[in-house]
Structure formats: structure tokens, C-alpha cells
């Protein structure tokens, strides 16, 4: 069981972020408060609280899972991928257009572009897709909760025997609904800012705990010890690994591009910006945003692995085995030896973090917790009715009719995950599951966003070539992982052994042939992971929407009126597209990369040019280092620990102090403004998600509110 002390450590910041939260909610007065928060956030709110809803306790443990197999070793491929992310963040790549649309949904968009028909059967897909997906993040917090804080299997109440797991889960969801009930967007977006800025001095702390609890050298006899092909810190040693690979990253670093901005789980963030630029700066600011909660991260995991494993430990190893033998036997639901693996790293940190730091890394994992639950409770509940009920009505639905749908909806998500998570069997790791259950949606969502922003000739056919193709195989993919073990291959070996054994000889032949591929066809698992099924349907989406595209008559569609740009700008929200074409031009090719245009104020072109010249020179390391290992001199394990112990540690210390503090003093800045100016917007009942002949309501209001003051000379 947890202290006392920090039993307080957690509570006092929690009722701290409550009162904060419930000051919030008198600031909701509309549809567009509740669903993109008064879109008057700031660049920092946006970047601390996205952030930190992004995050989330789920991502932690997906993380756990992901560095205890793979260590530090996969990072360094990871950096192959730095050129791309550093163009498509500072050129706002999908998220400056999408904001220029003025939508609030990624489906109200797709009216706007492709048609109605379209935006209901997205909406409904991304909703289910979604919904399933979010369902195990209760289970993962719970476990989580359970086991850290060492609380009973299960409780008697009037003679009744009680799961607390469901309990917990059933109060973490009861706090989560009571934010996002009352204050939507807006009190979650608040919430979980003051939740980030609080979540930098924890980090903090327990970094420091962790160095001075671990000798390196004790780190470095562990990580050093690990089997051929399964380094902790060799990058050119990774040749056993299966799920987390190269190809991992390089369909990653495909994925990135693909599928940015195609998740919905918070998009209640990518239309809260006061302007276009401000989303795009937002998006700027996470170059600098996540140092201290990776770092923080990964030196737990390192943390935890030297303490399983250094024989200095090897009394607290041999209990936390068999408290977490003990502890999964005893639980019948869902016993199984992904669970096992997935709470290794919880249950070693409470034997390792002392009092009080213990108490400030269960606050943390509370905060995660409460700001994915309620961005991701918000954003599944708003998408059904804003994009499956909403088009199919009608009639007007007036804003009270509107907001109370939204909340009952909202209930309903939460109800959905509470049993989905109680009884449902996890199969796979985390991120995996992610890859299987986001596949229905993004496979084919990515092209048809893509399409849409950025290409006059995409069309409504190709676009439900795209979704169909995404959605189906997709589905295939996921209930084949589902089920491959426990009736697919056993019915497969039975019924036809000759045409098994043909597809394992094929399959394992192609996977030998292709670079870091290792398919395997056995019966405990499908011999694809989640992240190759979602690379082949990405793959097939793309081709399903420029051939559908292309086929039939040429049409143009004129995108300057859907971004509002040049005379279809209204709100003067952004630079006419003329003007930043001709500056950016003016500029030269460096210009263009960074994004620079004539919104750019001298503070925006010094952050703009700091994280290009961070950025690139992480990339240049990078080259460097593969080159001396390739055509120099190959480092030894030792070699790639020393590097991490004088350089990356050292360095990522040093940013993650300045970062935090540079976080801290401008979320609270824009937090200040932020209240400002939600006391003096005009609230627009007609900014509610609905769309006539491809055109936001909202707009149609204000082009008749601009013709009749120029009418009247005004």
C-alpha cells in the first residue's frame, strides 16, 4: 500500500486542478465552447495541454512495453525520420489548412470537400473505430492503479464481493465525465494545461530520484548483458527483434506523413486556436514540448530493467515476480501474458521510487489519466452526434437540444469502455493494438484528408474508395490478430494442412527476401503485426483514391473558398494566400521549410529557426554516427554506453530544465489570455458543425451579415 504522504501528494494537486476546472465552466455559453473551446486558445495552451492529453497514462505503460524490449537501441534508427517531421511541423503540413476550413470535425470537413453521404458513413466509422479503440485505455489505467498502489483484489460490501478493478476504473471515468460534462472542450483544455505545467516539476523530481537511486555502473552491467540481436543500446544489434524493428520505423516515419491529423482521439484541439498561424505555431512549440516526459520515461524503464535484472537487487526482483505471478493468477478476467509483461514496469517502480516520489509519479500518472479520458470521452462522444446524428436531421437543432445530445452521448462512450475494458483479453502490446484498431479508420482517412487539402482533382468516388479499401481490410486485419490463435490457425491445420504449410513456406520465403522482415507463421500469433497490416492498407487506400480520382471527368474544386483564403477570408483569421506565396518566394528554399511567411513576427522566425537548427543538428549527429559505424569502425556496446552516459543524458537534462521552465511561464501566460478573451467573444449560434452546399453554416451567416452591411454602405 501507498503512504500516507504520498497519498496527500496526489490528492493536493488534483483538488488544486478540480477547482481550477470548476471556475472554468461558467465560460461555457455555446456549441463552439464546448466543442472547440471558443477557439481563442493560444499557441502554449494548445502545445501544453495537447501535449498532455496526447500522452496519457495508456501511452506510458504502451511505452513501458516498447523501451523494455527495445531499449535505447531503436531510438537511434528513429532519428532517420528527423528531416520529415522537422518540414511537415514547421510548414503546419494538414493542420494549418484544416484550421483554415473552420470546421470541428475531421468528418464535417469531408462534407465540406466530398458530400454528406460521406461525412455520415466517416463519422460513424471513425466513431466505432474510435470507440473500440479508447475501450481498453480504462482497463490499462485501472490495472495500473490496482497494482502500483497496492490496493485488494477485491472489496465486501453488505455481503457482496466487489472487483476493485472495475471500481477504480469506474471512478477514474466518473471524475473524467464530471470535466468533460461540464465544461466540454474549454474545461478540458484548461485542465489538462494547468495539469501539464504541474506534471514538469514531477518529472523532475523523479529524474532526479532515479540518478541518485542507480549507479550508472550498475546500469551499464545490465544493458550490456542482453542476448545477440536483442541489444539495449547497440543500434546494429537489433536483428531478433519481431514487432518493434526497422521496418517499424520506417513505416512509421510513412505513417507520420500519411496519417497526420487522421486520429481523432483530440480533436477537439486542432480547431481551438484564436487563428490558423496559432495552430500552426502550437505545432511549432512540440519540437520543445515532450523532453523531460521521454526522458522521464526512459530512465524509468532503464530503472526498472537494472533492478530486475543487476544481482545487487536480486532480492526486490525475486518478490516483484512473484507479487506479480501472485497478483495476475488471481485475476480470471483477463489473465493474460501480455497483461504480465505490460505490468512488469509498474509493479518494479513501486518497490524502487521511495516515499513522496512515489506519490508525485502516481499524480503524474493520474493527471495522464484523467486528460486522455476526457479529451478522448469528448472527442468520440462530439463526433457521434456532430457527424452521424446531426446530418441526417432535418431540422434546426437548437444549441440547448444540441449540447444536452453531446453529454448523453459522451455518458454512453464511457459506459461502452467501462465493460469493454472489464472483459476483454488483451492479445497484443498496447501500441500494437493501437495499429490494429486505428487501421479501420486512418488506413483510409489519410489519403482522403491528404487529398482533400492539398489536390483541386480529388473526388467524393475516390474518396469512398479510400475509406471502403481502409475500413475493410482494416476490419480483416484485426479480427484475423484476434483470432489467428484460438480458431483461424487451429481450423486452418485441421481442414487443410497441405495449403497451411504452403502459406507458411511462401510467406516466410518473402519475409527472408525483404529487409528487417522476420515472418514467422506459428499458432500463437498472426505472422504480420499491427503496424505491416496498417502499411499494406495505407498502401492500397492511396491507389483506391487517385485511380478513383482520375477516372470520369475532370473537375476542379476550388479550395481558396474552402480555406478561406484571398477575398473568401471573412474573419481576416489569416495572410492572403498571395501575399504569403509571393514573401515566401522572396525568401528562397530555407523560407519555405521553415514555414516563414508574413504572420511571422520576429519571436515566431527566432522559434522557427531554433528548432531547424536543433532539429538538423540531431540529423547530422545522426549521419555521423552511422557513418563512423559503417565505413570506420563498428563501436562496441561499451562505445554506445559511453556516448549515452556523456552526451545524450547530459544534454537532454540541460534542455528538459530550460524547456520546462520556458513551458511553465507561457502556458501560464496564455492561460491569462485565454480567460480574457472568452469574457469578450461573440458567441456565434450558427458555428455548430453544420454544412450547406459545401459550406459551413457559420460562413453562409456571415457572408449575408457582410452583404447587408455593405448594402448599407457600412
Same mark, same amino acid.
Given at each position: 500500500?501507498?503512504?500516507?504522504?504520498?497519498?496527500? /501528494?496526489?490528492?493536493?494537486?488534483?483538488?488544486?486542478?478540480?477547482?481550477?476546472?470548476?471556475?472554468?465552466?461558467?465560460?461555457?455559453?455555446?456549441?463552439?465552447?464546448?466543442?472547440?473551446?471558443?477557439?481563442?486558445?493560444?499557441?502554449? =495552451?494548445?502545445?501544453?495541454?495537447g501535449g498532455e492529453a496526447g500522452l496519457g497514462l495508456i501511452s506510458v505503460i504502451a511505452l513501458f512495453e516498447y523501451y523494455y524490449k527495445t531499449g535505447l537501441s531503436l531510438g537511434f534508427w528513429s532519428s532517420i525520420s528527423i528531416p520529415v517531421s522537422l518540414i511537415m511541423t514547421l510548414t503546419g503540413f494538414i493542420i494549418y489548412r484544416y484550421r483554415q476550413t473552420r470546421v470541428m470535425t475531421v468528418a464535417q470537413f469531408f462534407e465540406v470537400r466530398y458530400s454528406r453521404r460521406f461525412r455520415i458513413f466517416t463519422g460513424l466509422l471513425a466513431f466505432i473505430s474510435g470507440v473500440v479503440n479508447y475501450?481498453?485505455?480504462?482497463?490499462?489505467?485501472?490495472?495500473?492503479?490496482?497494482?502500483?498502489?497496492?490496493?485488494?483484489?477485491?472489496?465486501?460490501? !453488505?455481503?457482496?464481493? /466487489?472487483?476493485?478493478?472495475? !471500481?477504480?476504473?469506474?471512478?477514474?471515468?466518473?471524475?473524467?465525465?464530471?470535466? =468533460? !460534462?461540464?465544461?466540454?472542450?474549454?474545461?478540458?483544455?484548461?485542465?489538462?494545461?494547468?495539469?501539464?505545467?504541474?506534471?514538469?516539476?514531477?518529472?523532475?523530481?523523479?529524474?532526479?530520484? &532515479?540518478?541518485?537511486?542507480?549507479?550508472?555502473?550498475?546500469?551499464?552491467?545490465?544493458?550490456?548483458?542482453?542476448?545477440?540481436?536483442?541489444?539495449?543500446?547497440?543500434?546494429? +544489434?537489433?536483428?531478433?527483434?519481431?514487432?518493434?524493428?526497422?521496418?517499424?520505423?520506417? &513505416?512509421?516515419?510513412?505513417?507520420?506523413?500519411?496519417?497526420?491529423?487522421?486520429?481523432?482521439g483530440s480533436q477537439g484541439y486542432n480547431c481551438a486556436a484564436k487563428s490558423p498561424h496559432e495552430q500552426k505555431m502550437g505545432g511549432v512549440l512540440s519540437a520543445w514540448r515532450s523532453g523531460f516526459s521521454y526522458l522521464t520515461i526512459m530512465l524509468l524503464v532503464v530503472a526498472a530493467f537494472t533492478y530486475l535484472n543487476h544481482p545487487d537487487f536480486a532480492t526486490g526482483s525475486k518478490q516483484i515476480h512473484s507479487e506479480l505471478a501472485a497478483r495476475i493468477n488471481l485475476d480470471s478476467i483477463s489473465a493474460t501474458s501480455t497483461i504480465r509483461n505490460q505490468m512488469l514496469v509498474p509493479v518494479a517502480l513501486?518497490? &524502487?521510487?521511495?516515499?513522496?516520489?512515489?506519490?508525485?509519479?502516481?499524480?503524474?500518472?493520474?493527471?495522464?489519466?484523467?486528460?486522455?479520458?476526457?479529451?478522448?470521452?469528448?472527442?468520440?462522444?462530439?463526433?457521434?452526434?456532430?457527424?452521424?446524428?446531426?446530418?441526417?436531421?432535418?431540422?434546426?437543432?437548437?444549441?440547448?437540444?444540441?449540447?444536452?445530445?453531446?453529454?448523453?452521448?459522451?455518458?454512453?462512450?464511457?459506459?461502452?469502455?467501462?465493460?469493454?475494458?472489464?472483459?476483454?483479453?488483451?492479445?497484443?502490446?498496447?501500441?500494437?493494438?493501437?495499429?490494429?484498431?486505428?487501421?479501420?479508420?486512418?488506413?483510409?482517412?489519410?489519403?482522403? %484528408?491528404?487529398?482533400?487539402?492539398?489536390?483541386?482533382?480529388?473526388?467524393?468516388?475516390?474518396?469512398?474508395?479510400?475509406?471502403?479499401?481502409?475500413?475493410?481490410?482494416?476490419?480483416?486485419?484485426?479480427?484475423?490478430?484476434?483470432?489467428?490463435?484460438?480458431?483461424?490457425?487451429?481450423?486452418?491445420?485441421?481442414?487443410?494442412?497441405?495449403?497451411?504449410?504452403?502459406?507458411?513456406?511462401?510467406?516466410?520465403?518473402?519475409?527472408?527476401?525483404?529487409?528487417?522482415?522476420?515472418?514467422?507463421?506459428?499458432?500463437?500469433?498472426?505472422?504480420?503485426?499491427?503496424?505491416? &497490416?496498417?502499411?499494406?492498407?495505407?498502401?492500397?487506400?492511396?491507389?483506391?483514391?487517385?485511380?478513383?480520382?482520375?477516372?470520369?471527368?475532370?473537375?476542379?474544386?476550388?479550395?481558396?473558398?474552402?480555406?478561406?483564403?484571398?477575398?473568401?477570408?471573412?474573419?481576416?483569421?489569416?495572410?492572403?494566400?498571395?501575399?504569403?506565396?509571393?514573401?515566401?518566394?522572396?525568401?528562397?528554399?530555407?523560407?519555405?521549410?521553415?514555414?516563414?511567411? +508574413?504572420?511571422?513576427?520576429?519571436?515566431?522566425?527566432?522559434?522557427?529557426?531554433?528548432?531547424?537548427?536543433?532539429?538538423?543538428?540531431?540529423?547530422?549527429?545522426?549521419?555521423?554516427?552511422?557513418?563512423?559505424?559503417?565505413?570506420?569502425?563498428?563501436?562496441?556496446?561499451?562505445?554506445?554506453?559511453?556516448?549515452?552516459?556523456?552526451?545524450?543524458?547530459?544534454?537532454?537534462?540541460?534542455?528538459?530544465?530550460?524547456?520546462?521552465?520556458?513551458?511553465?511561464?507561457?502556458?501560464?501566460?496564455?492561460?491569462?489570455?485565454?480567460?480574457?478573451?472568452?469574457?469578450?467573444?461573440?458567441?456565434?449560434?450558427? +458555428?455548430?458543425?453544420?454544412?450547406?452546399?459545401?459550406?459551413?453554416?457559420?460562413?453562409?451567416?456571415?457572408?449575408?451579415? %457582410?452583404?447587408?452591411?455593405?448594402?448599407?454602405?457600412?
Amino acid at each position: 500500500m501507498m503512504h500516507w504522504i504520498d497519498w496527500m /501528494i496526489v490528492m493536493i494537486p488534483l483538488f488544486a486542478v478540480g477547482w481550477i476546472g470548476f471556475k472554468t465552466q461558467s465560460y461555457v455559453k455555446g456549441v463552439a465552447d464546448f466543442l472547440a473551446g471558443g477557439r481563442v486558445a493560444g499557441r502554449y =495552451v494548445i502545445c501544453v495541454a495537447g501535449g498532455e492529453a496526447g500522452l496519457g497514462l495508456i501511452s506510458v505503460i504502451a511505452l513501458f512495453e516498447y523501451y523494455y524490449k527495445t531499449g535505447l537501441s531503436l531510438g537511434f534508427w528513429s532519428s532517420i525520420s528527423i528531416p520529415v517531421s522537422l518540414i511537415m511541423t514547421l510548414t503546419g503540413f494538414i493542420i494549418y489548412r484544416y484550421r483554415q476550413t473552420r470546421v470541428m470535425t475531421v468528418a464535417q470537413f469531408f462534407e465540406v470537400r466530398y458530400s454528406r453521404r460521406f461525412r455520415i458513413f466517416t463519422g460513424l466509422l471513425a466513431f466505432i473505430s474510435g470507440v473500440v479503440n479508447y475501450a481498453l485505455f480504462p482497463a490499462v489505467a485501472g490495472r495500473f492503479l490496482v497494482y502500483y498502489c497496492g490496493l485488494p483484489d477485491y472489496i465486501s460490501l !453488505l455481503g457482496i464481493s /466487489i472487483s476493485v478493478y472495475g !471500481l477504480v476504473m469506474a471512478v477514474a471515468l466518473g471524475v473524467a465525465l464530471m470535466v =468533460v !460534462l461540464t465544461g466540454g472542450q474549454l474545461m478540458t483544455m484548461v485542465t489538462d494545461c494547468v495539469q501539464g505545467i504541474f506534471s514538469y516539476f514531477g518529472y523532475a523530481v523523479i529524474v532526479i530520484a &532515479i540518478l541518485m537511486l542507480f549507479r550508472l555502473d550498475q546500469i551499464r552491467d545490465v544493458i550490456l548483458t542482453r542476448p545477440a540481436g536483442e541489444s539495449f543500446i547497440d543500434p546494429f +544489434d537489433t536483428s531478433s527483434f519481431t514487432e518493434f524493428n526497422l521496418l517499424y520505423i520506417f &513505416i512509421g516515419i510513412f505513417g507520420s506523413i500519411y496519417s497526420r491529423m487522421s486520429w481523432q482521439g483530440s480533436q477537439g484541439y486542432n480547431c481551438a486556436a484564436k487563428s490558423p498561424h496559432e495552430q500552426k505555431m502550437g505545432g511549432v512549440l512540440s519540437a520543445w514540448r515532450s523532453g523531460f516526459s521521454y526522458l522521464t520515461i526512459m530512465l524509468l524503464v532503464v530503472a526498472a530493467f537494472t533492478y530486475l535484472n543487476h544481482p545487487d537487487f536480486a532480492t526486490g526482483s525475486k518478490q516483484i515476480h512473484s507479487e506479480l505471478a501472485a497478483r495476475i493468477n488471481l485475476d480470471s478476467i483477463s489473465a493474460t501474458s501480455t497483461i504480465r509483461n505490460q505490468m512488469l514496469v509498474p509493479v518494479a517502480l513501486k518497490h &524502487i521510487l521511495p516515499i513522496g516520489v512515489s506519490g508525485v509519479f502516481v499524480a503524474i500518472m493520474m493527471f495522464l489519466m484523467i486528460s486522455t479520458d476526457t479529451t478522448y470521452l469528448h472527442s468520440w462522444g462530439s463526433i457521434f452526434v456532430q457527424d452521424v446524428i446531426l446530418p441526417l436531421r432535418k431540422r434546426e437543432l437548437k444549441p440547448e437540444k444540441q449540447l444536452l445530445m453531446l453529454r448523453l452521448t459522451i455518458v454512453g462512450v464511457a459506459m461502452f469502455a467501462w465493460i469493454f475494458s472489464y472483459y476483454f483479453g488483451q492479445f497484443t502490446y498496447i501500441l500494437m493494438f493501437f495499429a490494429i484498431t486505428g487501421t479501420v479508420y486512418m488506413g483510409g482517412a489519410g489519403a482522403v %484528408i491528404i487529398g482533400g487539402l492539398y489536390w483541386t482533382r480529388g473526388k467524393t468516388a475516390g474518396a469512398w474508395a479510400a475509406m471502403l479499401i481502409g475500413a475493410v481490410v482494416g476490419t480483416s486485419g484485426f479480427v484475423t490478430q484476434k483470432f489467428w490463435s484460438s480458431h483461424i490457425y487451429p481450423f486452418w491445420k485441421d481442414f487443410s494442412p497441405a495449403s497451411l504449410e504452403l502459406f507458411k513456406t511462401k510467406l516466410e520465403a518473402y519475409g527472408a527476401a525483404l529487409p528487417f522482415v522476420n515472418w514467422k507463421v506459428a499458432g500463437d500469433s498472426f505472422p504480420l503485426s499491427g503496424t505491416e &497490416i496498417g502499411f499494406a492498407t495505407m498502401l492500397l487506400a492511396v491507389t483506391g483514391y487517385v485511380f478513383f480520382s482520375l477516372c470520369g471527368k475532370k473537375e476542379e474544386f476550388n479550395l481558396d473558398k474552402m480555406l478561406h483564403r484571398g477575398k473568401y477570408d471573412l474573419r481576416h483569421e489569416h495572410a492572403d494566400g498571395d501575399a504569403v506565396a509571393a514573401q515566401q518566394t522572396g525568401r528562397g528554399w530555407v523560407a519555405k521549410i521553415l514555414g516563414i511567411d +508574413d504572420e511571422y513576427t520576429r519571436g515566431d522566425r527566432i522559434l522557427a529557426w531554433s528548432v531547424f537548427i536543433w532539429t538538423m543538428k540531431s540529423f547530422v549527429i545522426f549521419l555521423v554516427l552511422l557513418t563512423l559505424n559503417l565505413f570506420v569502425k563498428r563501436w562496441s556496446p561499451d562505445g554506445w554506453f559511453n556516448w549515452w552516459k556523456y552526451y545524450t543524458l547530459p544534454l537532454s537534462l540541460l534542455v528538459c530544465v530550460i524547456t520546462s521552465i520556458w513551458f511553465t511561464i507561457g502556458g501560464s501566460r496564455d492561460l491569462l489570455e485565454l480567460f480574457r478573451s472568452l469574457k469578450n467573444v461573440k458567441r456565434d449560434d450558427s +458555428d455548430n458543425g453544420c454544412v450547406v452546399n459545401h459550406m459551413n453554416v457559420s460562413d453562409v451567416v456571415m457572408e449575408k451579415i %457582410i452583404t447587408v452591411e455593405e448594402d448599407k454602405g457600412l
